[in-house]
């Protein structure tokens, strides 16, 4: 098993563990009626309370968005939609990322069902060896037998420290690509099941950026230091302590210069309903642990 995660895997598999709490927390959390940025806020304040940080800000999706969606006013009710919603947690850089999808249509129990079983079908090949078309194709499948589209254009992703996203990329159909897994991988399965078109495009505006570079500016110095603290991990609009036409010009300066990178929500370009299913999982000497769990 790779040194580079066995040496702090205590890390590792506390942001996992937070990650999952946070998570439950928030899924109960989720009914008609509630605010969809109180949830966020109260999901990112447990997760500080649990002696963590977020590793990206709470994200509740509706409907046909699938993911990236950050609320900065609270004005949006929960009514019956299908929500997803997607926690982050870090730990001395160590990351869990999980997800779950909840149904308050009542109406789309298969769709959510399929994004799961897809995650645990993927789940039960990972070991070393197993190729990364292979965990595509399981997923491809499992969504693609009950009816849905997997959403091929989003995808889990690799975890490293204060990473997010890196290598390897975990595909949610069969890209036939023979990559292997290797024994101390950490990384993000991510299905996502559409009764749509099965693929998304950026929509709307973004409250969502990660900072990419870092250079001297005329204005917003103050904005610049809090988005550096964030050590390359994403941030949101709401997150930041300053008044909102400040942050506003600021933002746009930093994207102009290419300080920041934005991140919009996605959509599915047919308008279908998503549902989304995520566990973050290390790849051991005979298998996986998932780390992701209470």
């Not at 309370?49 to 949006?76: E, G, V, Y």
């Not at 904005?223 to 991990?233: K, M, P, R």
Request: aromatic share 6%.
């Amino acid at each position: 098993m790779s040194d580079h995660y066995t040496k702090n895997i205590e890390d590792w598999r506390k942001a996992g563990k937070i990650a999952a709490e946070a998570l439950e927390f928030g899924r109960l959390l989720i009914v008609k009626g509630a605010k969809v940025l109180d949830v966020c806020n109260q999901v990112d304040e447990k997760i500080r309370t649990l002696d963590a940080q977020p590793a990206f800000p709470t994200q509740l999706s509706l409907n046909s968005t699938a993911a990236h969606f950050c609320p900065d006013k609270d004005d949006i009710e929960l009514t019956d939609q299908v929500v997803k919603l997607d926690v982050g947690v870090v730990v001395n850089g160590a990351i869990g990322d999980n997800a779950c999808t909840v149904d308050l249509s009542e109406k789309n129990a298969a769709l959510v069902t399929a994004s799961r079983d897809a995650l645990e079908a993927a789940i039960r090949i990972i070991r070393p060896g197993t190729t990364l078309g292979e965990i595509g194709r399981t997923i491809q499948k499992t969504i693609e037998s009950a009816g849905f589209n997997p959403v091929v254009n989003l995808s889990g992703h690799g975890l490293d420290y204060n990473d997010i996203h890196c290598s390897p990329t975990i595909p949610n159909f069969d890209t036939e690509d023979d990559t292997e897994l290797e024994e101390g991988m950490v990384f993000a399965i991510e299905p996502f099941a559409s009764t749509g078109a099965g693929k998304i495009k950026e929509a709307g505006n973004a409250t969502l950026f990660s900072q990419i570079d870092s250079k001297p500016v005329r204005m917003g110095r103050e904005i610049l230091q809090q988005i550096d603290s964030y050590e390359g991990l994403p941030f949101t609009k709401r997150w930041l302590e300053f008044s909102e036409i400040k942050v506003r010009l600021a933002l746009k300066q930093f994207e102009q210069l290419g300080i920041i990178k934005s991140y919009p929500p996605l959509i599915d370009i047919g308008k279908g309903i998503v549902s989304q299913a995520e566990h973050t999982v290390l790849v051991t000497k005979d298998g996986c642990e998932v780390l992701t769990v209470l």
